[in-house]
């Protein structure tokens, strides 16, 4: 019943053997049932968004800041250092863009202290190529047909309704909109292999039932059909751009030498990037970490106390392994006692940190040299494990300890100096299996899910 819900609602992937085509789809995974969230927790995480839209917009806007916070992580990670070069390019030669539209993720977890409270730890917010704000507006109708066949009326009511592609097309519709051309696109940048298709397509709807066009376009395509006017307006295939919603770009190997030249043609256009490339580098977890610091928040939004203490309230520990003293005590500590933390690397997309022995050899291997600067430490968080089915197309049906993993969609606008929109669309609850430290739905190891208030 579960698995035709899923297809009925559209919570749909295309198939590894034939991620480009559309006449063989399989359901995505889901977990059988909704899993309990503390109520306290999502509603924290829901009221924190706003400011952490405010602060990724701040950051964006300001140079000193990213130039400190990144110097010692683009002399070692060659990807920050290719980004970065690209946005001071941009920057000397103008910045054409005047409108900047955000779209970001901020994913949280239920750290289990000693006494059994909860609390909300931040992991990361992810700036660029968010994903899954179009499959979760479905996943909830799912749970909620599981509950009424199992007799659970009562609890299928206590489901919240839930729609992030609606509240991004907003967003994408508002920078449209401010871009002030009737006859401009958007254009989703896409992989080249794009199994996560009807996701996207949640959102492209959305938009052409505002009767806003939507051409999905590779990098590729950038590259060969891509040309900016004299007032650097971007046309792709001789039609005019007016928003560039990335769903690429985030990982080293999205790039080739070509590809590289497509995204410094993007990033000089007018076109509203989203992200712009000042907005991806402010994802960068040199950045989080860097706003643990004491006095950083502070500096970056000057006269918001009450934002900031929310913010500080969901930070995990955090700890720089730059070179100094202070690097090398926190190596040692974590080397001694790897259960403790999390390494992460310069990295989006799932599946690249180092956990337990695995972080223990890396950091004896690096110790001693500065590629340590493009990592950095995390607590790892404990969570309280819970029973679910993980529900995926051709395997065993077992009941497996399962954590969760909330994430809470972020849209901004903003024209010139002036904030536009800023809001929180909606929320994406992920759960997976406990022998799986890392690792998202894309990478196989998540599957979506639906927050059951407790």
Partial sequence: VAVDAALLAGVLMRTGEQPNASDVVNYAPFTLFPSAVPQDLFEQAYAVQQDFNLLVDAISQNKEFLEQTLASTIK???FTARLFRIYTQVLEEGLAQTVFLGINRSDYMFDCGLDG??????????????????????????HRLVLKVLGKTEEARRLLPNNPAKGLAWGIAKAWELYGSQRAVVMFLVEEIQRNIFDQRCVENELWNRNIRVIRKRFRDVFEQGSLDASRRLYVDGQEVAVVYYREGYVPQ??????????LLLERSRAVKCPDIATQLAGTKKVQQELSRPGTLEKLLPGRPEAIARMRATFAGLYSLDEGEEGDRIAATAIAEPDRFVLKPQREGGGNNLYGEELRQVLEKIKDSPERTSYILMDKIKPQPALNYLLRAHSPLQVSECISELGIFGVYVRQGQELVLNRAAGHLLRTKAMEHADGGVAAGVAVLDTPYLV
Avoid: H, K, M, P
């Fill in 76 to 78: 070692v990670d060659d």
């Fill in 117 to 142: 409270t909860a609390a909300l730890r931040q992991i990361e917010i992810n700036t660029i190529a968010a994903s899954f704000g179009g499959l979760t507006s479905r996943t909830a109708d799912v």
């Fill in 254 to 263: 999205n790039y080739d030498q070509q590809n590289w030249e497509a995204r």
